[in-house]
């Protein structure tokens, strides 16, 4: 019972983030590209990767973290479908450089961070498992 409520917890916050981050993007950069996306995106595999590396490390408890942060806030906060929509948006709308210039941006600077918050604790955790 415990990991519902922390899902559900981090889920609402990470909700309320990516709705107050899509505002203020689009008070900041204007509505013609998908730039909330892009920040909510980019913040939430930063911070994925960043507690999945501090709990691997041993530097946090798996529990509430992984439910409260992992499971429940970045799961609310990143939003693949919005990325696909806005992409595929951009690709009807005939913005074909905006279209292409969201795709190569969110795969890269999200797997990027991803990365970057993986190695901070734990520089080990993208190398292969070892196997017996």
Same mark, same amino acid.
């Given at each position: 019972?415990?990991?519902?409520?922390?899902?559900?917890?981090?889920?609402?916050?990470?909700?309320?983030?990516?709705?107050?981050?899509?505002?203020?993007?689009?008070?900041?950069?204007?509505?013609?590209?998908?730039?909330?996306?892009?920040? %909510? +995106?980019? =913040?939430? #595999?930063?911070?994925?990767? @960043?507690? $999945?590396?501090?709990?691997?490390?041993?530097?946090?408890? *798996?529990s509430p973290w992984d439910d409260l942060v992992m499971q429940g806030f970045c799961g609310a906060l990143t939003t693949f479908s919005t990325?696909?929509?806005?992409?595929?948006?951009?690709?009807?709308?005939?913005?074909?450089?905006?279209?292409? %210039? +969201?795709? =190569?941006? #969110?795969?890269?600077?999200? @797997?990027? $961070?991803?990365?970057?918050?993986?190695?901070?604790?734990? *520089?080990?955790?993208?190398?292969?498992?070892?196997?017996?």
């Amino acid at each position: 019972m415990d990991s519902i409520l922390f899902i559900a917890l981090g889920g609402a916050l990470g909700a309320l983030c990516r709705f107050w981050a899509g505002l203020a993007a689009s008070a900041l950069f204007g509505s013609r590209f998908p730039a909330g996306t892009l920040i %909510v +995106n980019v =913040a939430g #595999s930063f911070l994925i990767g @960043l507690t $999945a590396s501090a709990i691997a490390a041993g530097r946090i408890a *798996p529990s509430p973290w992984d439910d409260l942060v992992m499971q429940g806030f970045c799961g609310a906060l990143t939003t693949f479908s919005t990325f696909s929509m806005d992409s595929f948006r951009l690709f009807r709308e005939g913005r074909m450089w905006s279209a292409w %210039v +969201n795709l =190569a941006l #969110s795969m890269a600077l999200c @797997l990027g $961070a991803a990365s970057l918050g993986l190695s901070l604790f734990s *520089p080990g955790t993208l190398s292969a498992p070892a196997h017996p």
